[in-house]
């Protein structure tokens, strides 16, 4: 006996024929899918194999006009009038709806943004349907949700969204923003805009009434007429803390409120009394889930010294059982890079990591040749001086520190632009309360990592944002106190 | 490795970690190739006190002729009974390559002292046991004991002679995967050939994060040592979705040297018909009644 079995998995592609896309979709205003002014269409392909899967309406100033006109029309006739109970019921629908039609936004999300569709089936899609779920509720209980106080709604909500989670983004802002009364200007992605279209099918079907969600895709200057305009009472942004900066001063004396989501740099921390095969699916999960395309990814590592070279060397073995390839085949576990500005802003990184004098390990995976494509990496001989430890590289990408005393890595840990989150990993009950209180940083995840839930506010503190989204917290951010 | 002594495991992260790993999709040509071995690797087994030489003989033909109207199926790795049948065992399987595995050391509860376990492994090899799969001592293992439970499985090493060992840990009565890492560092440590979930008497045996827990364990040691050794669930693997799973598990947590029933094996009485049910519907397309496979 004794010889050595070569066991592959065959290839496990999720099916495709019973998704329905257009060739060509419209803007979705005042209830009913109207084509650009301009008659100007782009492109979204799957990052995967570079094929054009749909081509998708350009609004631009004339057309974010026309949808804010029509959300606030639809805000003052009709949504803020509504029973609180009524406007539960449709947010209700569109959760159900999106459950029932669950598999059928998974392969449309992974085709469009290249992410695994073990993600998109098992944390994108349920979590955003539980978002819904989550605000349905609220929606005639607001009066719990802030005791002794009135909240009233704000008015139109203009909200921009990323690539990275296209459709959960959608659902945590358009969730709050209807059960609170407000109606909204969504702006998806332009290299993910197919989710949100699709929603807005389920929109129509749910018998929404006119206007009260209003979906426009474009790039940059959709965004920005939507920010600019002067109908528009509260911005709510996903994206680079660039992005937010602009929107902030945008805004400035405008009145409007804003709530903004940025980037982050998370410190991921693992003491020499942690579980260490845990750590290190910890590690995994923080910086390879979504192809670290994930504002909270734990991309900044720390291990204690005493356990360096065990964990390096565990996670050095896992990163080469993680497959990496079609995002649609069930066993995948790293995708497609979502556009090729990504990939080349993280080889750029990359190259940069190498050149500072880090010491570079990717796995041996092999590559599709098309497509966008990163093999997960790890640096390490980094310091806290080297730029790919300061800024988000928003890749599969993790520079590795080390440490001796719980001081040094908190004080490295919170030396950072950014506070958006933050893994501790220890079986020591009392040292995950002294670091997670020291850790300045909205969210922070003992001995696991990015957990999320409709119920637990999400939020970040300096360049990471501004406000909170889920909860009773993310709701207070699409209110007027009374 | 770790400067610790007593490795500590998260459950909560072993279950999770369970839970990706068994959503990995084994289809087709994988599907075939994995029901094949999963059939190399099971420990056919029958530990009743009911148990009959006829029904050993019985057993001991099948193992070798699992489903005789399908060409090209592999045997068994090894028959699993108690020591009076070893004799009955050992003559029936004469000339089929395939072990006997006995059981020994006052199995399931191992409430014997010391001698007599001793005297029972070297009985059982004497009359032929080519696998001797031994208990360890719980109630000394909970009390911290681990010095007496580590001499015990030295001592039970020695008695084996050429014969493997396999030590059972009875893992769904050391309750914490902490334990269970610990009981599987020891043992590796005391000599097992084998490392066992368990004796198929005590609920909960065989669970994934346990499993899991103990592959990890095996993988650090053979890190530690070069030394590598095998591994048995055993109880409660009685479907070929499960045995597939594991061989899943395995695959990513210690690599393919272990896909082999030299390393691996599973203890089970019904999983062979499931096995073989799902490798003739792979062949045929559809599912036969299971009137269509010998019970032995």
Redesign the interface.
């Known amino acids: 006996m004794n010889k050595t079995i070569k066991w592959e998995y065959s290839p496990a592609p999720e099916s495709t024929d019973h998704i329905e896309l257009k060739k060509q979709y419209n803007l979705f205003i005042n209830g009913k899918f109207n084509a650009p002014k301009s008659g100007k269409y782009f492109k979204t392909i799957n990052p995967s194999n570079e094929k054009t899967i749909s081509s998708v309406a350009e609004a631009d100033k004339t057309d974010v006009d026309k949808a804010v006109k029509s959300a606030k029309n639809a805000y003052e006739k009709i949504w803020s009038k509504m029973p609180a109970k009524e406007r539960g019921k449709y947010i209700f629908r569109i959760a159900r709806l999106l459950q029932e039609r669950a598999r059928e936004f998974s392969v449309i999300e992974t085709m469009d943004g290249g992410k695994p569709i073990r993600e998109s089936r098992d944390v994108d899609i349920p979590l955003a349907s539980a978002h819904f779920f989550y605000h349905a509720g609220w929606a005639d209980k607001l009066e719990y949700a802030f005791p002794g106080r009135q909240a009233k709604p704000i008015g139109v909500a203009g909200q921009i969204i990323p690539w990275n989670f296209p459709l959960l983004m959608a659902a945590w802002k358009l969730a709050p923003a209807l059960a609170t009364g407000n109606t909204v200007v969504l702006k998806p992605a332009e290299t993910t805009p197919l989710t949100a279209l699709k929603l807005a099918e389920i929109i129509q079907e749910a018998d929404l009434p006119p206007g009260v969600i209003n979906v426009v895709t474009g790039a940059g200057k959709t965004g920005q007429a939507i920010v600019n305009h002067p109908d528009v009472n509260k911005i709510a942004f996903t994206g680079s803390t660039e992005v937010g900066k602009y929107i902030m001063k945008a805004v400035a004396g405008s009145g409007k409120k804003y709530t903004l989501e940025l980037g982050g740099k998370a410190a991921n921390i693992i003491f020499e009394d942690a579980a260490i095969d845990q750590a290190v699916e910890g590690i995994i999960n923080a910086i390879f889930f979504n192809q670290g395309h994930v504002c909270c990814a734990g991309s900044r590592l720390y291990i204690q010294e005493g356990v360096v070279d065990e964990v390096i060397s565990k996670l050095r073995k896992r990163m080469e059982t993680l497959i990496v390839g079609d995002p649609l085949d069930k066993n995948t576990d790293i995708g497609a890079i979502n556009s090729k500005m990504q990939l080349q802003k993280i080889k750029s990184y990359v190259k940069m990591g190498t050149k500072e004098g880090g010491s570079i390990f990717q796995s041996s995976c092999s590559i599709p040749k098309k497509g966008f494509w990163h093999a997960p990496t790890i640096f390490t001989d980094v310091s806290q001086s080297n730029r790919i430890v300061q800024e988000e590289i928003f890749g599969p990408v993790l520079a590795i520190q080390t440490f001796r005393t719980v001081d040094e890595v908190m004080a490295k840990a919170n030396n950072s632009p950014y506070g958006l989150s933050g893994g501790v990993w220890t079986e020591k009950g009392s040292k995950i309360f002294k670091v997670t209180q020291d850790i300045r940083a909205g969210v922070i995840w003992a001995n696991t990592f990015n957990k999320f839930d409709p119920a637990s506010p999400f939020g970040g503190y300096k360049e990471s944002g501004v406000g909170s989204e889920g909860g009773i917290e993310g709701l207070s951010g699409y209110v007027n106190m009374v | ?4 002594i007593i ?4 459950e ?3 279950q ?2 369970v839970s990706r790993l068994f ?9 075939v ?2 029901l094949h ?1 999963s059939l190399s690797m099971i420990d056919l087994t029958t530990l009743e006190g009911k148990d009959s030489q006829g029904k050993v003989k019985q057993l001991c033909y099948k193992a070798s002729h699992l489903h005789d109207s399908f060409p090209r199926l592999p045997t068994v790795a090894a028959i699993c009974i108690y020591p009076t049948m070893v004799s009955v065992a050992k003559k029936a399987l004469g000339g089929t390559g395939i072990n006997v595995a006995s059981v020994a050391t006052a199995f399931p509860s191992g409430m014997a002292d010391l001698q007599a376990k001793l005297d029972e492994v070297k009985s059982v090899v004497e009359a032929g046991a080519d696998e001797v799969d031994m208990v360890i001592s719980r109630g000394k293992f909970l009390r911290g004991e681990y010095a007496y439970v580590s001499d015990e499985i030295a001592q039970v090493k020695e008695a084996c002679g050429d014969a493997h060992l396999k030590v059972i840990l009875e893992t769904g009565e050391l309750v914490t995967l902490d334990n269970v890492r610990l009981a599987s560092d020891l043992a590796m440590d005391a000599g097992a050939d084998f490392i066992k979930t368990s004796t198929g008497k005590v609920s909960p045996a065989a669970t994934p994060p346990v499993v899991l827990t103990m592959l ?1 364990a095996i993988r650090d040691y053979q ?1 530690k040592t070069g030394k590598k050794i095998g591994m048995k669930p055993a109880g409660g693997i009685g479907t070929a979705k499960q045995a597939v799973q594991y ?1 899943v598990m395995i ?2 947590t210690l690599g ?2 272990w ?4 390393l691996f094996r599973f203890g089970a009485s019904s999983l062979a018909n499931d096995v073989l049910m799902q490798i003739v519907k792979q062949s045929t397309g559809h599912y036969q009644s299971k009137d269509y496979f010998s019970i032995d």
């Not at chain 2, 490795?7 to 998260?10: A, E, L, S, V």
């Open positions: 490795m770790s400067t610790n490795t500590p495991i998260d909560v992260g072993a999770e970690r959503s990995r999709s084994i289809k087709n040509e994988s599907k190739q994995a071995l990890e890190l061989l695959k990513e393919e040297d896909l082999s029933p030299d």
